[in-house]
C-alpha cells in the first residue's frame, strides 16, 4: 500500500521577515503539491485572510513571534474557529516553555528555523496527512508535561481495541498513510477509525488526540 498526497495543500504563510517567506516559497517552488496561496507580515493579517476564505486554507505555517498577534495566539484562534486548519508553528526558540505554549495551542507541529529543506517538507507531509510533526527532543517535553497529568479517563474504555492500536500509532507521529502500511488496512479505513476516536475522545485535533492518550497511560 503506497497511498500518497493527491491533493493540493492551499498554505498561508505568516512571518513578519519577508526573507523567511521567500525562503519557504523557494523550498517549496519544486513541490507540486504545496501551493502558497497567501502571505502576511504579521498575526493579525493572517487572521484576517482566514476570515475571510476559510475553506481556501488547510495550512498554516506561522512564525511564533510576530507583531499584532504572537503565533501561538494566532494558533488558538485558529484552532478555536476553523479546527480543520492544520498549523506550523516556526520558531528559534527550543525552550520548554515556549513549546509548551505551542501545545497547548493545539498547533499540528513545531520545528526550528535552522531545520533543513528535508525535515521541513517532512513536517508539511506528516501535518497535511492528519499527523504531527515535533522538531527532536520536543516530544519528550510533551510527555513530561501530560505524564504529570494522567487521569485514566473512563472514556478510554470506550474504545475499541482496533481504536487503541491506532491512537497509539498516532502518538508515534504516523501519518495515516503510515498507520494503514502497518496494519494493512485502507487508509480510508484509517480515517474513519480516526473520526471516531475523536468523537468517543472528546478531542478536536491530532495534537489533543496525542495529549488525551499520555493523559491515559497509552506509551
Known amino acids: 500500500m503506497n497511498d500518497t498526497l493527491q491533493h ?86 527550543n525552550s520548554v516553555s515556549v513549546v509548551k505554549e505551542a501545545i497547548g495551542a493545539e498547533a499540528d507541529g513545531y520545528i526550528l528555523k535552522n531545520t533543513g529543506k528535508s525535515e521541513f517538507l517532512t513536517a508539511l507531509h506528516r501535518i497535511s496527512d492528519g499527523g504531527t510533526f515535533f522538531t527532536q527532543d520536543i516530544l519528550p517535553i510533551l510527555y513530561n508535561q501530560y505524564q504529570k497529568e494522567r487521569s485514566q479517563d473512563k472514556q478510554l474504555g470506550l474504545l475499541s481495541a482496533r481504536e487503541k492500536e491506532i491512537l497509539t500509532l498516532i502518538v508515534k507521529e504516523n501519518t495515516s498513510e503510515e498507520i494503514a502500511q502497518k496494519l494493512f488496512i485502507s487508509k480510508k479505513t484509517v480515517d474513519n477509525h480516526r473520526a471516531n476516536i ?22
Open 8 to 93: 493540493t495543500v492551499n498554505i498561508l504563510i505568516a512571518d513578519d521577515h519577508q526573507l523567511v517567506i521567500d525562503g519557504i516559497k523557494s523550498m517549496l517552488a519544486g513541490e507540486p503539491q504545496y501551493n502558497i496561496l497567501s502571505e502576511a507580515n504579521d498575526g493579525q493579517q493572517a487572521m484576517n485572510l482566514i476570515h475571510t476564505q476559510p475553506e481556501h486554507y488547510q495550512l498554516l505555517i506561522t512564525d511564533i513571534s510576530m507583531p499584532l498577534l504572537s503565533g501561538v495566539e494566532l494558533c488558538k484562534m485558529v484552532k478555536h474557529q476553523y479546527p480543520g486548519i492544520k498549523v506550523l508553528i516556526l520558531s528559534m526558540y
Open 198 to 219: 475523536l468523537e468517543k475522545t472528546g478531542c478536536r485535533s491530532t495534537i489533543g488526540l496525542v495529549k488525551y492518550a499520555i493523559r491515559n497511560g497509552m506509551e
